[in-house]
């Protein structure tokens, strides 16, 4: 029972440079979602992915861009990364998008940008 | 202002003592809502969740939910140094989207 697979765990990047952070689950979910968290501001949506072969801009999508690359999988892409981005970044997936279902969420990858 | 509202914390708590966390929301389409716990350096896991009013128990919790007034609490029973954690309490817009609040940190005591 992996649930949600996030990787890498943690990362040191340079001003500048990018890198993309890879999430999958197993558990045959429709809707998948990147958020970030930061310390006092709790989580924010980066974005999000209804269904496979959609997506959508979250609350904070400036700097970032994503991929869903099938039903499985949903990465994050950092083209330039700035101190700014320096976060916890989790993805998360459900059943489907509705008021009724929770999120089930990866281990997380803590990204430091110096 | 954020549409999930929670005191920071820090709750302190005795062991076996009631912990009662307390959130107010702001939209008021919001149908339904969850609390995650989260410990230190791990990632949230869901523990209740609620869309009717009055209350919903699950071992010892229970959520308590009153749209009138736009107020959810979560109670812990009997709480346990494992409880230990930061709660978040959790509103859906009217897409399913999640809105999250900054999360009560709870610390029991022995």
Known sequence: NAGVTQTPKFQVLKTGQSMTLQCAQDMNHNSMYWYRQDPGMGLRLIYYSASEGTTDKGEVPNGYNVSRLNKREFSLRLESAAPSQTSVYFCASSEVMGTNYGYTFGSGTRLTVV | ?110
């Open chain 2, 1 to 110: 202002q954020k549409e999930v509202e929670q005191n920071s914390g820090p709750l302190s708590v005795p062991e076996g003592a009631i912990a009662s966390l307390n959130c107010t929301y702001s939209d008021r389409g919001s149908q339904s809502f969850f609390w995650y716990r989260q410990y230190s350096g791990k990632s949230p896991e869901l523990i209740m969740f609620i869309y009717s009013n009055g209350d919903k128990e699950d071992g010892r919790f229970t959520a308590q939910l009153n749209k009138a007034s736009q107020y959810v609490s979560l109670l812990i029973r009997d709480s346990q140094p494992s409880d230990s954690a930061t709660y978040l309490c959790v509103g859906t817009d009217s897409w399913g989207k999640l809105q999250f609040g900054a999360g009560t940190q709870v610390v029991v005591t022995p």
